[in-house]
């Protein structure tokens, strides 16, 4: 639930106007400019009044972050869209629905007093489909929210098996297998759920105390003006970090590494941050972090296969020995991510972004680029958020 607002007229009150373009780059430049925290006392407006278009992987990052705050019993509010189209997207990608149940509190308690009534406003009765016959199939997908904000609670495990069935059933709808055989690399539209979303959502099921999921996603086609079109799918979850539970592994075995990689990939790690650079450094899936390890490094090494956090004895098969590809999931995400379908993989935990992609420079022996930042002034949010993004082409 929000806070008692009794003492409201005492606080200081941070206005963070989003803009007109709503999307992950734009989000950081304004929270670092208006010095926003996800530990901030102020009471927060994040203001979508001048704000037209919205990416779905900045929603989620807003829903994580203000889930952060009102864990901390820190005021949030929202201010809503002027333009009514606006304000129609965010009612049809279902954000300010999943703000409500992140928020554990009705609509009229997150808005400003003077978007209070308009808050049923802008919702379309009926569609009006405009554009090319892709831009409309796109159009119905969104309304039968393929595309959008999903909200999944995880009470219990019927609850994440719903999740993960109601899932897989948006993402083998025909239309849209139809619309990634037609505009994704390779041959291969069924493993978006196969794969993709699947090992997304058992990450996911691995993250201790988490309660709900925010499950997110979006189409661009790609055509003139449009630089990265993708079909992006971002999953975010407010469970215990994968930085904790690695570190909590480490703590209570000494070691997170339970068999050893299946291959070895090599990658250049690149780190950036507000105070001195590091020199780019080769890492193989081969290592293991220690006790002593930063978070940034056991971030890295959730992406190696063979590490994982909590094995018991019940994970060890007849030879006493863990299976092979136990703690395998980003492993394979990352690989049909971007072996399969040419993209990239973020990893948002805390204060850091992980960014795993090929490798583009032809004087370096690694296979894949991870950058790592931190420290760049971008708030600190709760849980997991996983974003997986495919290129389209026309």
């Avoid at 995880?154 to 849209?176: I, N, Q, S, Y």
């Avoid at 991870?370 to 760049?376: M, N, P, Q, R």
Wanted: charged share 25%; glycine share 8%; net charge negative.
């Amino acid at each position: 639930m929000q806070p008692s607002e009794v003492s409201v007229v005492t606080r200081t009150v941070r206005e963070v106007p989003l803009g007109e373009t709503v999307d992950l780059q734009h989000l950081g430049e304004v929270f670092r400019q208006r010095g926003v925290r996800s530990d901030d006392d102020a009471l927060t407006l994040i203001d979508f009044r001048n704000s037209r278009t919205f990416d779905v992987v900045a929603l989620v990052y807003v829903l994580a972050m203000v889930g952060s705050r009102i864990a901390g019993e820190r005021l949030t509010r929202f201010r809503l869209p002027l333009a009514v189209g606006a304000l129609d997207a965010l009612h049809r990608q279902g954000f300010l629905q999943a703000a409500c149940l992140v928020a554990r509190t009705p609509l009229p308690v997150l808005l400003a007093l003077e978007d209070v009534e308009r808050a049923g406003a802008g919702m379309r009765t009926s569609s009006a489909w405009t554009g090319d016959a892709r831009e409309q199939i796109l159009q119905h997908l969104r309304d039968k929210r393929v595309f959008g904000l999903l909200l999944h609670p995880l009470d219990d495990e019927d609850a994440k098996l719903a999740m993960v069935r109601r899932e897989l059933g948006r993402w083998t709808e025909p239309l849209a297998l139809a619309l990634f055989s037609r505009h994704l690399k390779a041959s291969a539209e069924w493993d978006v759920a196969r794969v993709i979303v699947h090992e997304i959502l058992a990450n996911v099921q691995e993250h201790p105390h988490a309660s709900t999921a925010v499950v997110a996603s979006d189409m661009v086609l790609a055509r003139d003006g449009v630089p990265e079109a993708a079909l992006t799918i971002a999953v975010w979850d407010d469970g215990e970090s994968i930085i904790e539970t690695l570190r909590g592994g480490l703590i209570s075995r000494g070691s997170v590494r339970i068999a050893p990689p299946p291959t070895t990939d090599t990658f250049r790690v690149h780190r950036r941050g507000a105070g001195s650079q590091e020199a780019d450094m080769i890492r193989t899936s081969a290592w293991e972090p220690e006790v002593t390890s930063d978070d940034r490094d056991l971030l890295l090494a959730s992406l190696f296969p063979g590490i994982s956090s909590k094995p018991g004895e019940a994970d060890r098969g007849d030879d006493g020995l863990y299976d092979r590809f136990l703690g395998c999931g980003l492993y394979f995400l990352y690989h049909h991510v971007i072996d399969v379908f040419g993209g990239a993989l973020d990893i948002y935990v805390g204060g850091i972004r992980l960014t795993v992609e090929a490798e583009n420079d032809p004087t370096s022996s690694a296979q894949y680029l991870v950058t790592l930042a931190e420290g760049l002034g971008t708030p600190k949010i709760r849980g997991n958020l996983v974003v997986a993004r495919l290129p389209t082409h026309a």
